[in-house]
């Protein structure tokens, strides 16, 4: 067990990385609108309203129009056209810890596979995968203990068109001048 367990960290490293980075990856999608924001009751977030005043508060319901958060022992309501930004404070270390063992388990299966021990092996490969997932579940737990941030989760389009339409007239002239600003 203890070849099966040295020969195969590497493996188990690079695979842990690669679901860490994909996990990462997926969490960086930033919302347009109410509708889309995924956010569960409970999480804490940071609202900034578009006169700039930022609330603090945890999340109690959110739906297409408006998002409210208690804070301070009363709920705040936000309404999504008036909302600028929701950031998500912090990360759930819970999570880190799951996944990480998971992808123990799963690298231990792959290896007890390649290994051509899935039948034969059984005590080798389930202490194998106590092991891998034991490792998997305190990284994903340090990860995720170490991402104490903010998470951008909605953003408001902040971009604006001004038209501007002037009648030319003059001699032998006539026609419009059209100004278009993209902000």
């Given at each position: 067990?203890?070849?099966?367990?040295?020969?195969?960290?590497?493996?188990?490293?690079?695979?842990?990385?690669l679901a860490a980075g994909m996990r990462s990856a997926e969490a960086q999608t930033i919302a347009p609108d109410f509708e889309r924001v995924v956010l569960e009751p409970g999480v804490s977030v940071?609202?900034?309203?578009r006169d700039g005043?930022?609330?603090?508060?945890?999340?109690?319901?959110i739906t297409k129009d408006t998002l409210t958060l208690f804070r301070k022992g009363s709920f705040r309501r936000f309404a999504a056209a008036d909302t600028l930004s929701i950031a998500q404070r912090g990360d759930r270390w819970w999570d880190g810890t799951v996944g990480g063992a998971a992808v123990g388990a799963v690298v231990t299966v792959v290896i007890s596979i390649a290994e051509d021990c899935w039948n034969h092996c059984i005590i080798s490969w389930s202490g194998a995968m106590l092991v891998y997932g034991g490792i998997g579940a305190g990284i994903g737990t340090l990860v995720d203990s170490l991402m104490t941030g903010k998470r951008a989760v909605f953003q408001a389009d902040?971009?604006?068109?001004t038209w501007r339409v002037t009648p030319v007239l003059g001699s032998g002239r006539r026609g419009v001048l059209v100004n278009v600003r993209l902000e």
């Open positions: 067990m203890a070849k099966v367990l040295v020969r195969n960290s590497r493996t188990f490293l690079f695979t842990l990385a940071e609202v900034v309203e005043q930022a609330t603090r508060g945890v999340v109690h319901t902040t971009s604006s068109t």
